[in-house]
């Protein structure tokens, strides 16, 4: 990205910190990030070569849960949280491909994803997308949010995904309560589907990968199977449950050869009573 690009549209940022949006579109191919950014992945790539396909995975995995919520249970609104750079195809691109009606609400709190959020809005003309700048943590700057209030009839379910985002919030309690106050205004019948990273499947490289994100200045958290499930608590969670993401409902276009160690995330997908 040139420097000049950026100035102009005066952003925010700090380039001096690596940043996840960041990592993750950088080792996905994309063009989205600074030097430190690239230097985060290319060593985490060092440490552990498997950060590509575990990304990769975790970025079929929305686009599965997207199509799943959309033709199997007719859900034609979402709230995305955590959305990342945008990468095609999009939540939107997705849902809007089974109904062009469907409504999708994003919300970021990366300055970068911001700049990006028109053409992540340039959806059907049937269907909405909207975007909201917002930190996670704050959930009802969210839930009252204009583009919120306008996109979502909370009298119809609502898909509520959080992929590859809880691992940024340090706390486990403050995690599950960031979901909870989500879910809370969502209407009966709406879904929850996260990602969850996890280190069970190859710790002791996952351990430096921690050490170098937290070394430029960006948090990691894994979360074992037990706490992980604990965001489903309450919820009746669709089969095959809480697994890793290459496991979850494959539809035969995965790569060949990803073993259980490559893929540090579990995901599932539930369903508010
Ligand atoms: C690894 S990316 C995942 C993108 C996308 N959900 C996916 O799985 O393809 C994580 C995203 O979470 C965002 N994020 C991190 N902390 C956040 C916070 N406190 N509030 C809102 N977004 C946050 C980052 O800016 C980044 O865009």
Known sequence: ??????????????????????????????????????????????????????????????????????????????????????????????????????????TDNDPLVLAHARALMLGTTEGRTAYIDADMRDPQTIISAPEFQGTLDLNKPVGLLLIAIVHFIEDDEEALRVVRQVLDVLPSGSFLAMSIATDEFDPIPLAQVQREYNRLGETLIFRNRDTALRFFDGLEIVEPGLVQVHKWRPDGTEPEGVRDSDIAMYGAIARKP
């Open 1 to 106: 990205m040139e420097r000049r690009d950026e100035e102009a549209r005066g952003l925010d940022l700090r380039t001096d910190r690596a940043h996840g949006a960041r990592i993750y579109d950088y080792i996905l191919g994309g063009k989205d990030n600074f030097a430190v950014d690239r230097e985060a992945g290319e060593n985490s790539l060092k440490i552990w070569p498997s950060l590509k396909p575990h990304m990769q995975a975790n970025r079929a995995f929305m686009h599965r849960v997207a199509r799943y919520l959309a033709t199997e249970h007719g859900i034609r609104q979402f709230l995305d949280i955590g959305t990342g750079l945008p990468t095609p195809p999009n939540l939107h691109q997705i849902v809007q491909e089974v109904d062009p009606t469907a409504q999708v609400v994003y």
